[in-house]
């Protein structure tokens, strides 16, 4: 890994080295906070979690021929260099940071209330078709999660595209630090996280952080048509670039046809030029995915036929609205995670699914104090967008229930207290030939449910 000698990441985090003199300019092959993962040549991070402190791992990890490790504890009698310093997880991400200016690439920040998965998927593979591509994977996006990806990129990569998640003020600053953007995009402000950003100024608020990093001569790309993005005017000179379905957008789209479950077909502009493309994933907010992706591509000298193949080799990952289909069922797996835009959006593509279309829904995390309107609110829309059953999971979702069976008395809903009850049952509510969307928060573990549908 480029310039990462032990000399060097001793000084990045402010460590003390302890080991032998010429063992200080050995370079690691790799880093890893997971001992089961450790290779010979590697760097292990031990992070002290809630439940396990991963110290204890450092004998294996270095049986398994480790160069070194860091350390938050003197290591007595240690035989092998490690680097003594004050908080792993603060190490790991100024080691990041080091290295990525190592590197010296451009990188394409992405964040956002919803989206944001699936517009790194599509921007990603828009640059692709020019660029060697690293994106981020998983949910590898927080403050632990960035720099393991940072960690992946090697010299032949020549652009990052990494997804950046926050909860809380102050999370997107320290993330932009290590990850400094030269393009910075956001995909909405929405309702989610609630509970620590108080309202959707406050999601604003949080969200632009990703700003305070901007390289000097870099990009903003918006999301015109979300009414607190478009307040964004400039930020220290750069304006930003804006996509939208708006004419008054720089990126928009129109002529726009819905293909069902196959996906959308529209027109995309920009500027004096103007192309068709199809995007083989539903729902109109992957328009917007794709038009972000046009405006990051335009950025980075693609073509539009470059930026129309990349947009339509999208291939759907697991969680993220993948369609299954069995013997029985088309099954719309969307569980990975869940805000009340995200459902509403994700029901309206449900609706232009064949047989019945059954939307089996559950709780949703992290919504503060009106987690309970909000979760009504996603009941009502259930009700008015044209499904044919709605099962609800959850104890919030009780209120989901009762909104869509009082909004729509026609509607079919069904209401299980949990995940447990629902699957004992599930047979009974589902028949030959339906669509099902799958959708929850993450700790729902919805993906139970995906698998007992693939299975039935």
Known sequence: MKNLTLENITQCCHGVYFGTADQMYNEVESITTDSRQAQPGCLFVPIVGERVDAHKFIPQVMEAGALATLSEKVLEDAKFP????????????????????????????ITGSVGKTSTKEVIASVLKEKYRTLKTQ???????????????????????????????FGEMSRLAKVAKP?????????????????????????????????????HIVLNGDDDKLATVTEYQGIRPVFFGLGTGCEIYGDEIVSHGLKGMSFRIHMGAEAFDVHVPMPGRHM?????????VGRIYGLTPEQIAKGIE????????????????????????????????????VLKDGDGRRVAILGDMGELGENEVALHEQVGEHAGKCGIDVCICVGSLSK????????????????????RESLLEHLDRYVKVGDTILVKASHFMKFEEVVEFLQKA
């Open 313 to 348: 080799s999208l291939e759907p990952i697991s969680g993220r609205f993948k369609m299954i289909e069995t013997d029985k069922f088309l099954i719309v797996d969307d569980c990975y995670n869940a805000n009340p835009m995200s459902m509403k959006a994700s029901l309206d």
């Open 399 to 418: 209120g989901m229930a009762e909104k869509a069976a009082q909004t729509n008395p026609a509607l079919e809903v069904i209401y299980e207290a949990d």
């Open 287 to 295: 328009i917007y995915n794709a038009l972000a992706a046009a405006a």
């Open 182 to 218: 030269d393009t910075c995009v956001i995909t909405n402000i929405g309702t989610c996280h609630l509970e620590n950003l108080g309202d959707r100024d406050g999601v604003l608020k949080a969200k632009t952080e990703i700003f305070s990093y901007l390289k000097p001569d870099g």
């Open 82 to 109: 490690y680097i003594l310093v004050e908080s792993s997880l603060q190490a790991v991400k100024d080691i990041a940071e080091f290295y990525l200016e190592q590197l010296n690439i451009p990188v394409v920040g």
């Open 138 to 168: 998983g949910n590898f996006n927080n403050e632990l999660g960035l720099p393991l990806t940072i960690f992946r990129l090697r010299d032949e990569d020549e652009i990052a595209v990494l997804e950046m998640g926050i909860s809380d």
